[in-house]
């Protein structure tokens, strides 16, 4: 099964950061191991760009940071699937091409009949600030790295 592992976020936004910092750790581990048919990179792109780069995959785990209204502690993990996406944002950011939701992106690619991962995992990790300039994450979101790491690890064996 091709698989693609896809770390999001911007590494200089302090909390944002954390899903790019989970992938660069995968990467590392997995460069011990040959895996010809997983892909790990990192993205600082929502919506269309996304959904492009996840096709002619089979699979998708996606790391992000999240802000959720639950009044999770930061550092907490969610396992989500698109469909829990398709919950938490209902309205889909329907008004411009410009500015849409992974969730429109990959229904119009699966209506264009592109190639596109019939699974797709999110770890989403509960961040505090993404608005100031750090290259590190806040030690409670920090501390979520080796477990989400070691969680997709499990994933992919």
Do not use: W
Request: glycine content about 8%.
């Amino acid at each position: 099964m091709k698989t693609i592992i896809i770390g999001l976020g911007n590494p200089i936004l302090t909390d944002d950061g954390v899903g790019v910092l989970c992938a660069l750790e995968i990467e590392k581990l997995l460069s011990f191991e040959i895996q010809a048919d997983i892909d790990v990179t990192e993205a600082s792109v929502g919506g269309i760009r996304l959904m492009e780069t996840m096709v002619g995959y089979d699979r998708a785990i996606i790391i992000d940071a999240i802000m959720s209204k639950n009044g999770h502690k930061p550092g907490t993990i969610q396992i989500l699937t698109l469909d829990d996406l398709r919950n938490i944002s209902p309205t889909q950011h329907s008004t411009t091409t410009h500015d849409t939701s992974l969730v429109t992106a990959f229904d119009m690619g699966t209506r264009l009949g592109l190639h596109l991962p019939s699974q797709i995992q999110i770890y989403a990790i509960e961040v505090e600030n993404v608005y100031d300039f750090s290259e590190k994450p806040n030690p409670e979101v920090a501390k979520a790295i080796p477990i989400v790491t070691s969680m997709v690890m499990q994933d992919i064996q």
